[in-house]
């Protein structure tokens, strides 16, 4: 077969594929790239050893399912509204009332929970009143 076979029989077996998949395959090659030339020589400056770091990230991809996962050089959708108080004004996520209805839940939780989050803060380091809020903040206690 010649060069030029060879290259119109490639170009044409490429094109056959949906443009989705040429982008993910590119955008997969571009994730192990920045995985070697980036994280990798950050890791081995850390001192972790090239067998340890092959083995942490043996098998990591690109989650595909994630809904607003923008792949690099792929049209992005307008992002929907997010609900999350978080991404909002912060005047809305620390007014007045949300802040005091947290607080006293959150005092009737500490007395409820007491031996539990005195036993996390001993084996974790982490104060219990830390964790008290917030396990507040992101469930409402739920």
Not at 112 to 120: D, G, S
């Amino acid at each position: 077969m010649t060069l030029r076979a060879l290259l119109t029989a490639l170009t044409l077996a490429l094109s056959a594929l949906p443009a989705g998949a040429q982008d993910r395959s590119a955008a997969e090659r571009q994730f192990r790239g920045w995985l070697e030339q980036v994280i990798w020589p950050r890791a081995q400056a850390s001192r972790v050893s090239r067998s340890t770091f092959d083995a942490a990230f043996a098998g990591v991809a690109l989650n595909w399912d994630l809904p607003d996962l923008v792949v690099p050089g792929a049209q992005a959708q307008t992002p929907r509204r997010q609900r999350q108080a978080e991404f909002g004004a912060p005047g809305k996520y620390f007014n007045r009332g949300s802040v005091d209805g947290a607080t006293s839940v959150g005092r009737q939780m500490a007395q409820r929970h007491a031996k539990t989050l005195a036993a996390v803060e001993r084996s974790t380091g982490v104060p219990g009143r830390i964790i008290l809020a917030i396990w507040g903040r992101e469930s409402g206690y739920g």
